[in-house]
C-alpha cells in the first residue's frame, strides 16, 4: 500500500519556465512533508519541508505547496535551471513516529537549455 | 561539516558471505535510520534509532538483517546470509531532534550492494 505516491515518473522543462512536481498522500496522520532531491551515485539531499500548519512554504526558487483537503502536495520551481536536473523525492512523516520517513517512488526531472 | 559517512561505497560478494555496512552519523545528531533503495520498491526505511537505542525495526526484511548502534558516532547493517535479492542501495541517515522534532534527515551517499 503506496501512502506517498508521485504519479509522474518523469516531467521535462525548459530552461527558465516553472517545474511543478506533485505528489498525493493517503494517511491522514501526516503532519509533516518534505522534498529531497537526489543526483545519480549519491544520496538525496534536503531541499524543502512543511509543516501541515502551513499551506505554503518559500525558499529561494523553490515553494511547496499543501494542500490537507485534497492530501496533495507540490513542489514549484522558478525559474528552472539545468542543474535542477536530479530524481526528486516526496517524503511525509507523523509527528510522535520518531522522524520515520514514507518516500514517494521519486520523479526525473530534466531542465534542457 | 563532515555529512553523513557510509562505507563502503561499493560491495560486491558471493551469496552466503557476511555483509557489513557501517554508517557515521553527523556529530550531533540523535537518531540514525537504515534505508533500501531497489527499482521495485523505492526508498524504504528499514530501522531506525534515537539515542542509540533500536526505536522500530519492522521494516527490516528477514531475520537475516541486523543493525546496531554501539555509539552515537557509528552503526553497523549486517547481512548474514547474503543473498541476491538483497542487492540494493543502502542508504544511511542522520538528524538532530533538536529544538524542534520536526527536523529533516540527512543521508550518506549509500553502499551499493551487489550480491552474485
Known amino acids: 500500500d503506496q501512502q506517498v505516491k508521485q504519479n509522474s515518473p518523469s516531467l521535462s522543462v525548459q530552461e527558465g519556465r516553472i517545474s511543478i512536481l506533485n505528489c498525493d498522500y493517503t494517511?491522514?496522520?501526516?503532519?509533516?512533508f518534505l522534498w529531497y532531491k537526489k543526483y545519480p551515485a549519491e544520496g538525496p539531499t534536503f531541499l524543502i519541508s512543511?509543516?501541515?500548519?502551513?499551506d505554503k512554504n518559500e525558499d529561494g526558487r523553490f515553494t511547496v505547496f499543501l494542500n490537507k483537503s485534497a492530501k496533495h502536495l507540490s513542489l514549484h520551481i522558478v525559474p528552472s535551471q539545468p542543474g535542477d536536473s536530479a530524481v526528486y523525492f516526496c517524503?511525509?512523516?507523523?509527528?510522535?513516529?520518531?522522524?520515520?520517513?514514507?518516500f514517494g517512488q521519486g520523479t526525473e526531472l530534466s531542465v534542457k537549455p | 561539516d563532515a555529512g553523513v559517512i557510509q562505507s563502503p561505497r561499493h560491495e560486491v560478494t558471493e551469496m552466503g558471505q557476511e555483509v557489513t555496512l557501517r554508517c557515521k552519523p553527523i556529530?550531533?545528531?540523535?537518531?540514525l535510520f537504515w534505508y533500501r533503495q531497489t527499482m521495485m520498491r523505492g526508498l524504504e526505511l528499514l530501522i531506525y534509532?534515537?539515542?542509540?537505542?533500536?526505536?522500530?525495526d519492522s521494516g527490516m526484511p528477514e531475520d537475516r538483517f541486523s543493525a546496531k548502534m554501539p555509539n552515537a558516532s557509528f552503526s553497523t547493517l549486517k547481512i548474514q546470509p547474503s543473498e541476491p535479492r538483497d542487492s540494493a542501495v543502502y542508504f544511511c541517515?542522520?538528524?538532530?531532534?533538536?529544538?524542534?522534532?520536526?527536523?529533516?534527515?540527512?543521508f550518506g551517499d549509500g553502499t551499493r550492494l551487489s550480491i552474485l
Open positions: 541517515a542522520s538528524r538532530s531532534t533538536g529544538v524542534s522534532f520536526n527536523q529533516p534527515q540527512h
Open positions: 494517511n491522514s496522520m501526516f503532519d509533516y
Open positions: 512543511i509543516s501541515s500548519i502551513k
Open positions: 517524503a511525509a512523516s507523523v509527528y510522535n513516529q520518531g522522524g520515520k520517513l514514507i
Open positions: 556529530s550531533g545528531h540523535n537518531s
Open positions: 534509532f534515537n539515542n542509540n537505542v533500536p526505536i522500530d
